[in-house]
């Protein structure tokens, strides 16, 4: 059984950067691609960044590109998120995301805040 935890979340001033983990624990990990989305208050879940396990290959929203850089360390089952110029709109919880051809798994969330 796959489990996700991501970790890195807090409180931060518009500009700022954060840096989120995702760690994936169980026996085996091997999802096709690890995604982070983002749920603003009232909004849907939205897809922010991708990384194809395999490649590594990267995809973002447009509104992320040039200031997310998703990574990964495939020994330690970790995703990252490195998130700078950060704007307060940009205020969510923040899950990981790892996908498998029969299912997904997800992590609990880490709150992200930006301020003013």
């Known amino acids: 059984q796959v489990q996700l935890v991501e970790s890195g979340g807090g409180s931060v001033q518009a500009g700022g950067s954060l840096r989120l983990s995702c760690a994936a624990s169980g026996p085996t990990f091997n999802p096709f691609a690890m995604d982070w989305y983002r749920q603003a208050p009232g909004k849907d879940r939205d897809l922010a960044a991708r990384?194809?396990?395999?490649?590594?290959?990267?995809n973002y929203t447009k509104s992320a590109e040039g200031r997310f850089a998703i990574s990964s360390d495939r020994a330690k089952k970790t995703a990252y998120l490195q998130m700078d110029s950060l704007k307060t709109e940009e205020t969510a919880i923040y899950y990981c995301?790892?996908?498998?051809?029969?299912?997904?798994?997800w992590g609990p969330g880490t709150q992200v805040t930006v301020s003013s």
């Open positions: 995301r790892g996908g498998y051809a029969v299912r997904d798994y």
């Open positions: 990384i194809m396990w395999i490649t590594g290959n990267t």
